[in-house]
């Protein structure tokens, strides 16, 4: 699949969402205790953030709600705290939460493929 479809797009509201540090324990790892959730840390200034996130976009459509994302703006509010908290160096970086846990991470952007092998490898979901 290179694009979402009509169908994909109506649901990827529904799969992917916005979060906040005051939000994040329930949003991110409370939810992955019941199916995986990849954590796309951003900001609005990074050219390879706003190169990922078609990618991501079109990755979560392809799961079909077998993996969520939740999406964090690092530069709002006290976004940057969780970005500590998890000790992220530069952005974008994506982590993988599975039962309360980070299972992966990566940084930069990469191709679609690269990002379902990354998701695969971690939840065994294919």
């Given at each position: 699949?290179?694009?979402?479809?009509?169908?994909?797009?109506?649901r990827a509201p529904d799969l992917i969402f916005d979060t906040h540090l005051e939000h994040f324990e329930h949003d991110v790892i409370q939810a992955s205790h019941t199916l995986p959730i990849l954590v796309d840390?951003?900001?609005?200034?990074?050219?390879?953030?706003?190169?990922?996130?078609p990618v991501l976009e079109r990755v979560i459509a392809h799961y079909d709600g077998k993996i969520h994302m939740a999406?964090?703006?690092?530069?709002?509010?006290?976004?940057?705290?969780?970005?500590g908290r998890y000790a992220l160096r530069g952005f974008p970086t994506v982590l993988l939460f599975v039962g309360g846990e980070i299972v992966g991470r990566f940084s930069s952007a990469h191709p679609?493929?690269?990002v379902r092998e990354f998701v695969a490898e971690h939840t065994g979901i294919e």
């Open positions: 699949m290179n694009a979402l479809s009509p169908a994909s797009t109506a840390f951003w900001a609005d200034w990074c050219p390879p953030c706003r190169a990922l996130t999406k964090v703006e690092v530069d709002e509010g006290d976004n940057m705290k969780l970005a679609e493929q690269w």
